[in-house]
């Protein structure tokens, strides 16, 4: 399970797990990159941090959270892979998005998920 986040906080973000995981990915302003949530939780709590140069945001549970979105917002990918794609605004808060359609960008729905916006601990 992975997300594809795009950073519309105005800084440069640093997405890792808590705790010391290996895994971080560095995502510059107006820019997406994919997350493998199994891979930066592997070992560790259901935990996400975000930081930028004046602010730390944690997300406890993120998971579980983004394990329970179902349909439109997940994109089928070879080998029954599935991506969702979200957006991190400069409050930290964390928006689904609806997959690209025909070549476009990821689209913000009419309404979101249950438990999102996703907000920082």
């Not at 895994?23 to 070992?43: A, E, H, N, W, Y």
């Not at 944690?58 to 994109?75: I, M, N, T």
Request: aromatic share 10%.
């Amino acid at each position: 399970m992975d997300i594809e986040l795009y950073n519309d906080t105005g800084q440069d973000i640093v997405v890792s797990g808590i705790a010391g995981a290996e895994k971080t990915v560095s995502i510059p302003q107006r820019k997406s990159k994919p997350l493998d949530l199994l891979t930066i939780q592997q070992g560790q709590p259901e935990k996400l941090a975000v930081m930028t140069p004046t602010a730390s945001w944690f997300y406890p549970h993120c998971q579980k959270l983004f394990g329970s979105v179902r349909a439109p917002f997940w994109k089928e990918r070879a080998f029954n892979a599935q991506r969702a794609f979200g957006r991190i605004d400069s409050h930290g808060r964390i928006y689904m998005l609806l997959p690209p359609q025909d070549g476009h960008s990821p689209q913000s729905p009419a309404q979101q998920p249950a438990g999102f916006p996703l907000k920082p601990q």
